[in-house]
T-cell receptor, first 115, second 113 residues
């Protein structure tokens, strides 16, 4: 998974705090995707972003979750007022192409634990 | 409602033999299918993909077969190696759904020396 960098690798937050997860895509990739994996589940799509634009946020919870991919800097997934159910592994992926049928390259994820 | 199903949570195979991982889907609009491999504490790594216009795609020891009429695909690994031990995820996407992959729950493959 060289190239897609996520930090932090592990994040512990108390209920009610904010969590900020960062993702730098592979060099030359301008398309970023966030996925969430709950224990014993497959990955679930959350949001697709290009620079300064949210393209598809159909998988994002309606409240407390937001994502951005600014012109400069990494993509950020922000979870406000975290609850225990937010505990999961959050994976970022990137791709170079806009068209379909190009595989996504995933980072190693951020494991969020809410206590 | 699971659109992509991997009905076997685990599979154990002897080194050198064939591993066959199965995946079923329900949405006939899916036109692109992928297999990812995942080690603990790492992200998924892309293995192989297949477009719905094909029924087979091969890459080294890995072959993916697609049966559109049965809405079924399978991943064959031959010969299996201990380093193949990992969780394998099947994923699918439909036309126009850029990057919105629907994943199965995964099959944990153990290859015994």
């Amino acid at each position: 998974n060289a190239g897609v960098m996520q930090n932090p690798r592990h994040l512990v937050r108390r209920r009610g705090q904010e969590a900020r997860l960062r993702c730098s895509p592979m060099k030359g990739h301008s398309h970023v995707y966030w996925y969430r994996q709950l224990p014993e589940e497959g990955l679930k799509f959350m949001v697709y972003l290009q620079k300064e634009n949210i393209i598809d946020e159909s998988g994002m919870p309606k409240e407390r979750f937001s994502a951005e991919f600014p012109k400069e800097g990494p993509s950020i997934l922000r979870i406000q007022q975290v609850v225990r159910g937010d505990s999961a592994a959050y994976f970022c992926a990137s791709s170079p192409f806009e068209g379909t049928n190009s595989p996504l390259h995933f980072g190693n994820g951020t494991r969020l634990t809410v206590t | 409602d699971q659109q992509v199903k991997q009905n076997s949570p685990s599979l154990s195979v002897q080194e050198g033999r064939i591993s066959i991982l199965n995946c079923d889907y329900t949405n006939s609009m899916f036109d692109y299918f992928l297999w990812y491999k995942k080690y603990p504490a790492e992200g998924p790594t892309f293995l192989i993909s297949i477009s719905s216009i094909k029924d087979k795609n091969e890459d080294g020891r890995f072959t993916v077969f697609l049966n559109k009429s049965a809405k079924h695909l399978s991943l064959h690994i031959v010969p299996s190696q201990p380093g193949d031990s990992a969780v394998y995820f099947c994923a699918a996407s439909g036309r126009g759904s850029q990057g919105n992959l629907i994943f199965g729950k995964g099959t944990k493959l153990s290859v015994k020396p």
